[in-house]
């Protein structure tokens, strides 16, 4: 509890007091081409795309010999956040994220998790939100409608298809964000 108290704090500190009025659409995976996956292998990581932005980020050297990489859960939220992080200027509104990981769909819509790794992730995610004036739910997507995702965690880059729009450079992964997640105790 007094985690989420201190996230509050912080999104109070930084509050302007404005808070536009949200279009009533929701928009969804077909509208901003979002997509986000995690690969379990220490040695791969998770992307994010989207409309042909890109990124990949590989999970810390330290996670190989942990358990932190058999806790799909955790390593499917890493890409949620990270994309937020990254777009929230492009993706200001209702969105609707669709995910392969039907338990984190629930974390996401509840914003409750047993695993405190889980939840400092979703705290975060959740702050990221409302200070972006960011409207989230979450429902479940096919893995295999999770290509594009799929693909780039996995840096199966032939695997694309040459229809799939993909900058060449990817999207530079914040300094922050990589200290939280090497930062982040393997024992949680």
């Keep these: 509890m007094r985690e989420g108290m201190q996230i509050w704090l912080e999104f109070l500190s930084d509050c302007n007091g404005s808070c536009p009025i949200t279009d009533k659409l929701w928009y969804d995976v077909e ?18 795309y989207l409309s042909g932005k890109w990124t990949f980020f590989q999970w810390p050297p330290h996670w190989a010999n942990s358990k932190v990489t058999r806790n ?3 390593l499917e939220m890493v890409p949620v956040l990270l994309a ?4 929230c200027t492009d993706i200001r509104n ?4 669709h995910i392969d990981n039907s338990a984190l769909v ?11 790794r889980v939840m400092h ?6 702050l990221v939100c409302m200070r972006e004036n960011i409207i989230f739910k979450a429902v479940h997507l096919s893995s295999k409608e999770n290509f594009i995702a799929d693909c780039i965690s996995r840096k199966q880059w032939n695997k694309l298809p040459a229809d799939v ?7 530079v992964i914040p300094v922050a964000f990589r200290r ?4 982040m105790k393997l024992s949680a």
């Design 31 to 48: 509208t901003l081409k979002l997509f986000t996956d995690s690969a379990g292998s220490a040695d791969l990581g998770c992307g994010c």
């Design 72 to 74: 799909i859960t955790f």
């Design 84 to 87: 937020i992080l990254l777009w």
């Design 94 to 97: 209702r969105v609707l994220l």
């Design 106 to 116: 629930s974390v996401i819509n509840n914003q409750i998790s047993k695993s405190k």
């Design 121 to 126: 992730l979703i705290r975060q995610f959740v």
């Design 165 to 171: 729009p993909l900058n060449q450079v990817p999207k």
């Design 180 to 183: 939280m997640i090497s930062e």
